[in-house]
């Protein structure tokens, strides 16, 4: 079966550093994608980055970038220059191709905390 | 472009009543769907509605439905209500581009179940 696993509960950092959060996946589906969102207290889930199984090369989006390393099944997410608005709870997230459609299948989550 | 907007955003109710929760796509998007999202289980998926048929549906029971209308606006239904049932409703819009497909958030539903 799928399964995405995060295992940072909680991370801290401070403003203006950069933070790597982890985040491994299992599959047996040759073709795969992986999705980093971001969710505010607010509730609502922000997409940040994609990172297809076929991709040649990480998936950067402004200060958003995806170490990828598929012979490893991990899929960090990286955070440059770190703002206090960037504290949230982080999910990585795998999408399931095989009759699955639109079906994510979500990690545990990090709650990150930026502090000034 | 509107993003995903759900519709009530809080909800309180009772035991054994039923609730409607309503969701509209970003424009264009044909696919939407639905997860349910708790302290205990975290976010699981519970079904995804394309051009008003039903293709993909999570581990729930019955008591959990949906349906599409023609304009892509989507409903999710829960009958006889439990404790339990007590979560956050996200819904996703997506549109396949180039392969890929990605959702796309609303604000989410919180409903509270007394």
């Known amino acids: 079966a799928q399964k995405i696993t995060q295992t940072q509960p909680g991370m801290f950092v401070q403003e203006k550093e950069a933070v790597t959060l982890d985040c491994t996946y299992d599959?047996?589906?040759?073709?795969?994608?992986l999705f980093w969102y971001k969710q505010p207290s607010s509730g609502e889930m922000i997409f940040l980055i994609y990172?297809?199984?076929?991709?040649?090369q990480n998936a950067t989006e402004g200060r958003y970038s995806l170490n990828f390393q598929k012979a490893r099944k991990s899929a960090n997410l990286v955070i440059s220059a770190s703002q206090l608005g960037d504290s949230a709870m982080y999910f990585c997230?795998?999408?399931?191709?095989?009759?699955?459609?639109?079906?994510?299948?979500f990690g545990a989550g990090t709650r990150l905390a930026v502090h000034p | 472009k509107a993003g995903v907007t759900q519709t009530p955003r809080y909800l309180i109710k009772t035991r054994g009543q039923q609730v409607t929760l309503s969701c509209s796509p970003i424009?264009?998007?044909?696919?939407v769907s639905w997860y349910q999202q708790t302290p205990g289980q975290g976010l699981q998926f519970l079904f995804e509605?394309?051009?008003?048929?039903?293709?993909n549906k999570g581990n729930f029971p019955g008591r959990f439905s949906g349906r599409q209308f023609s304009n892509s606006r989507s409903e999710m239904n829960v009958s006889t209500l439990e404790l339990g049932d007590s979560a956050l409703y996200l819904c996703?819009?997506?549109?396949?581009?180039?392969?890929?497909?990605?959702?796309?958030f609303g604000p989410g539903t919180r409903l509270l179940v007394l």
């Open positions: 997230a795998m999408r399931e191709r095989t009759g699955g459609y639109n079906k994510l299948i």
């Open positions: 509605y394309f051009s008003e048929t039903q293709r």
């Open positions: 599959t047996s589906d040759p073709s795969y994608g």
């Open positions: 424009s264009g998007h044909r696919s």
């Open positions: 996703a819009s997506s549109l396949r581009l180039a392969g890929e497909e990605t959702q796309y």
């Open positions: 990172q297809g199984s076929y991709d040649q």
